[in-house]
């Protein structure tokens, strides 16, 4: 039966990486988030990372904003940069390539759900979980974008399938390994992702209870604990001494909360699990039945689970409470939290139903279904983007790399662009780049690039420069863009 199970996994695994392969496009959305990772990595191999925040922070400080949307730090967690160095250091700036850290991660998070159910749930019952999130068509096209969430979900849920083992294990010795191993790992995502410390408050919280509520191990608890702590302080002050700062103070974010935000993001993040079962007939009723069997199962095992709990409820207190909407992408973390409660929540009914065998093959059948309707929607959408030659799209296509060559070529080194995705432009050019919706602060620019397409997004639409009454002498122009030098 290992065997057997070890084969499907294998098999499962295969099947995920030649569908998420499958969805790269050669292109990229265009938000520009992806190009201030791709610009940290591309610090790191040159050497030049205090670079790179100082030009960063340029950008985002003296850009302007959307009104409910901050651009982003000087620097993110340096963690998903150094995830992408060896890909860039191979093939530069290459979309397809850098896409390929976030598979990798999503087969990590795969394995690791697989190992953390197979302790709780038969090997068959696992491998259907785990299913559900491999042939998962929004996940897997989640993997065409570069970023750090994916990353995020496979450590998270490392994390978790340490503390599983950790909590299992009779011996002294393995025990303090599995602590210095949960350090590690909670390092590494919050290395990633700075949600990653909310992990480490729950291990801490977890042990706390656990040492007041275990007399005869509080001597254990307490040694263990300092150990996860230190492994994570060790490497934490490492990367302080390597790595340069530059995250934005989260607390002034809180400026704009409101109570309002609170019920806003508790309703609408609530809803975006539905996501999940998006594809599926009749996703709306199965994504309200998951809702009920996740409350008994949750309500049957929490004692269990206790870590999971606080990890979860640290998470969406901070998701409920941050001023700044972020979609379904933040909850990637809690999906597996999720679908392991609702698949208890299965089990517990199934136990009280009298017709255990029947109900129990009906109930294999539906979630078979499930995994079938999601591997050939995945399937379709591969197909479909295959057949397209993987469409380049957003910052690069070919109007858009024609645009960064002129700037590149014919302007100077020392020049500030105003374009709508300073980042992109500043990765692509290696110029100074700004936001601005203001005409009065146009001439911080020594040359204006405007999108024929995006209309008010972050810049002063092409129809309505004119209106700025400005002195601008048009330079160059494609069917996607138009550039202005901003005369001094």
């Not at 020049?415 to 601005?436: E, Y």
Request: with cysteine.
């Amino acid at each position: 039966m290992l065997r057997k199970s070890t084969a499907s996994l294998a098999l499962l695994l295969f099947v995920t990486a030649l569908l998420g392969t499958s969805m790269f496009t050669r292109g990229h959305t265009w938000g520009d988030d992806f190009a201030a990772y791709i610009g940290q990595a591309q610090s790191i191999v040159r050497g030049d990372m205090n670079g790179f925040v100082r030009r960063n922070a340029f950008t985002v400080t003296q850009s302007s904003h959307e009104p409910d949307h901050q651009m982003g730090p000087a620097a993110y967690p340096w963690g998903f940069p150094l995830m992408l160095t060896p890909v860039y250091a191979f093939t530069g700036i290459s979309p397809l390539g850098m896409k390929l850290p976030g598979l990798l991660a999503y087969l990590g998070f795969l394995l690791a759900f697989f190992f953390w159910t197979k302790t709780r749930f038969t090997p068959t019952e696992s491998l259907v979980a785990v299913s559900l999130f491999g042939f998962n068509p929004g996940l897997l096209h989640a993997l065409d974008n570069i970023g750090s969430d994916i990353p995020f979900l496979f450590l998270s849920t490392l994390v978790i399938l340490i503390a599983d083992r950790y909590t299992r294990a009779n011996d002294p010795r393995r025990r303090q390994i599995l602590a210095a191993w949960m350090g590690v790992a909670i390092f590494a995502a919050t290395f990633v992702r700075t949600q990653g410390l909310l992990l480490l408050g729950a291990v801490l919280l977890w042990q706390a209870i656990r040492f007041l509520t275990g007399r005869e191990t509080r001597r254990r608890t307490v040694i263990e604990a300092l150990i996860t702590v230190a492994s994570f302080g060790m490497l934490w002050g490492a990367a302080a001494l390597i790595f340069p700062g530059g995250q934005t103070s989260y607390l002034s974010l809180y400026e704009d909360f409101s109570m309002s935000i609170v019920y806003r993001n508790i309703s609408l993040y609530s809803l975006l699990f539905g996501d999940f079962f998006m594809g599926l007939p009749g996703s709306t009723f199965i994504f309200g039945l998951f809702v009920v069997l996740f409350f008994i199962g949750l309500a049957a095992r929490w004692k269990g689970n206790l870590l999971v709990m606080l990890y979860a409820g640290l998470y969406l207190l901070v998701l409920w409470s941050w001023p700044e909407w972020q979609g379904y992408r933040m909850i990637f973390p809690l999906l597996p939290v999720f679908i392991y409660f609702a698949f208890w929540g299965i089990k517990v009914l199934l136990r009280l139903e009298r017709g255990q065998a029947i109900a129990q093959k009906f109930v294999g059948a539906f979630l078979l279904l499930m995994v079938a309707t999601f591997a050939v929607k995945a399937g379709i959408n591969a197909y479909g983007n295959l057949r397209a030659g993987r469409e380049v799209n957003g910052p690069f296509d070919p109007y858009s790399m024609e645009m960064y060559n002129f700037i590149k070529e014919q302007t100077s080194p020392e020049s500030v662009i105003v374009f709508f995705k300073p980042r992109a432009l500043r990765l692509m050019t290696d110029h100074n780049a700004l936001a601005l919706t203001d005409c009065a602060r146009l001439p911080e620019g020594d040359y204006l690039a405007l999108s024929k397409k995006v209309g008010e997004n972050l810049q002063i639409p092409p129809e309505r420069i004119k209106e700025c009454n400005l002195p601008l002498d048009k330079v160059f122009e494609n069917r996607r863009f138009v550039v202005y030098r901003v005369e001094k």
